[in-house]
């Protein structure tokens, strides 16, 4: 979305394929948990200057880590602050 000539706005919309490796939740009694990940989507409201400079955030849906475990509840989600510079 054009603001001016030099300024414009920007919405996107990720879907996040996750191939984490194998980790696991390590307590000291010796009761590991083993975490498995899920994809998810994102969403992003973005700026960008003279075509160059940009500035987002970006917020992540929350994702379950130990859903092989239905009696102990997780929840990750991210929300970032991305800043770019395009050399091109």
């Known amino acids: 979305m054009f603001i001016n000539d030099n300024s414009k706005l920007f919405v ?48 992540q849906t929350p994702r379950e880590l130990l859903g092989d475990y239905p009696n102990i509840g997780s929840n990750y989600n991210t929300f970032s602050v991305i800043a770019g510079f395009s050399v091109f």
Request: aromatic residues 16%; proline residues 0%; hydrophobic residues 35%.
């Open 12 to 59: 996107n919309a990720v879907y996040v394929f996750d191939f984490g490796k194998s980790s696991i939740i390590d307590f000291e009694d010796g009761a590991d948990l083993d975490i498995t990940t899920r994809n998810n989507f994102g969403i992003g409201l973005g700026y960008k200057y003279h075509d160059r400079v940009s500035l987002e955030i970006r917020y």
